[in-house]
C-alpha cells in the first residue's frame, strides 16, 4: 500500500457525464498535485495545492475542476470530456511546495485510468 | 526553453544483461535530478536523485551518473532481472519564471524478457 491512494482506479465516462477522482495522502504533506499522462508523453501537470490553496493552474480546460478541502484529500471533478481526455491520471504529494531546503520528491498514487467514450 | 529529452524510447534486453538509459536536459539553472521508476498500472517511485556536485550515485543494481557540464545524466542496470520491466522516468528540478520548476522527460519503456 503506497501513501498516496487514488480511487477509482479505472473509470470509463462518456462525454455528457460527471465524475469525480479522488485521492487521500497519509504522509502528512503539506503540497499535493495533479498530474496527467498520456503515452509516449511527459507527465503534464495541471494542479497544484499547497496547504490548501490552489498555487499553480497550468491551462487547464475548465470542463476540469479541483477541489482540496484539506491537506490530505484532493478531487479532480470531471464533466462534459473529450475523447482526447483519456489518459492516466496521477496524485502526487510532496513534502512542501518547491520549498529552497527542499529535495522535491514528488510521492505518486497508482493513478485513475480514465476512458472517455 | 527548458526541456528533458530521453533515449531510446523504448529498450528491449534479455534477463541479466545489463543496459544504459540516457536524459539529456537544458535546463538551467539546475537544482537537481531524479530518476523515476514506474510499472506497469503503478506511479513512479523515485530511485535516485543526483546533485551537481555528485557524478555517481548507486542503488542496488542502479547506478546513476551525472555530468553537469554536457547536462547529461545515464541510469544503468546492472544484471537485469524481470522484474526491471517498467518506464524509467528523468525528471530535472530548475528554476523557471521565478518557481522552482520540475520538467519531465517522455520515459525510456525497458522490458526484459526471460
Not at chain 1, 6 to 24: D, I
Not at chain 1, 71 to 90: G, I, R
Not at chain 2, 42 to 59: A, D, H, Q, Y
Amino acid at each position: 500500500e503506497t501513501g498516496v491512494t487514488q480511487t477509482p482506479r479505472h473509470l470509463v465516462m462518456g462525454m455528457t457525464n460527471k465524475k469525480s477522482l479522488k485521492c487521500e495522502q497519509h504522509l502528512g504533506h503539506n503540497a499535493m498535485y495533479w498530474y496527467k499522462q498520456s503515452a509516449k508523453k511527459p507527465l503534464e501537470l495541471m494542479f497544484v495545492y499547497s496547504l490548501e490553496e490552489r498555487v499553480e493552474n497550468n491551462s487547464v480546460p475548465s470542463r476540469f475542476s479541483p477541489e482540496c478541502p484539506n491537506s490530505s484529500h484532493l478531487f479532480l471533478h470531471l464533466h462534459t470530456l473529450q475523447p482526447e481526455d483519456s489518459a492516466l491520471y496521477l496524485c502526487a504529494s510532496s513534502q512542501d511546495y518547491m520549498a529552497s531546503g527542499s529535495t522535491g520528491e514528488l510521492f505518486f498514487g497508482e493513478g485513475s485510468r480514465l476512458t472517455v467514450l | 526553453k527548458n526541456q528533458v529529452e530521453q533515449s531510446p524510447q523504448s529498450l528491449i534486453i534479455l534477463e541479466g544483461k545489463n543496459c544504459t538509459l540516457q536524459c539529456n536536459y537544458t535546463v538551467s539553472p539546475f537544482s537537481n535530478l531524479r530518476w523515476y521508476k514506474q510499472d506497469t498500472g503503478r506511479g513512479p517511485v523515485s530511485l535516485t536523485i543526483m546533485t551537481f556536485s555528485e557524478n555517481t550515485k548507486s542503488n542496488g543494481r542502479y547506478t546513476a551518473t551525472l555530468d553537469a557540464d554536457t547536462k547529461q545524466s545515464s541510469l544503468h542496470i546492472t544484471a537485469s532481472q524481470l522484474s526491471d520491466s517498467a518506464s524509467y522516468i528523468c525528471v530535472v528540478r530548475g528554476f523557471s519564471g521565478g518557481y522552482n520548476k520540475l520538467i519531465f522527460g517522455a520515459g525510456t519503456r525497458l522490458a526484459v524478457h526471460p
